[in-house]
């Protein structure tokens, strides 16, 4: 099976604002892409279980123009806090890399 990082051109995570972060994933090809979001492997249940969050905090967006997804969370701790571990968001999309494509 398959891992998001083979078919991805780009996976990253930064802030969207103190409060917020956004994670994007860029598929290198359509067909990987329509096949991952087809999928629905990246959704809000996914994203609520790995970072502990409810389902309804969670906002994936599907950017057919860019063969692209993007998913908004709120932050644990507001950016800069004395208990943040990550100012800058950009260590937040470890667990994505790994997620599984289901075969055809």
């Known amino acids: 099976m398959a891992k998001l990082w083979q078919v991805a051109k780009l996976i990253r995570s930064k802030n969207a604002g103190p409060f917020e972060l956004t994670f994007d994933v860029i598929f290198k090809d359509r067909a990987s892409y329509e096949k991952v ?7 809000a249940l996914w994203f609520a279980k790995t970072y502990r969050l409810s389902p309804e905090k969670v906002t994936v967006i599907e950017y057919d123009a860019a063969s692209a997804i993007k998913v908004t969370i709120p932050r644990p701790v507001i950016s800069g806090d004395v208990d943040d571990t990550d100012v800058f968001g950009g260590q937040q999309y470890g667990p994505l890399v790994e997620l599984e494509i289901p075969e055809e």
């Not at 979001?37 to 990246?42: S, V």
């Open 37 to 43: 979001r087809d999928a629905k492997i990246i959704n």
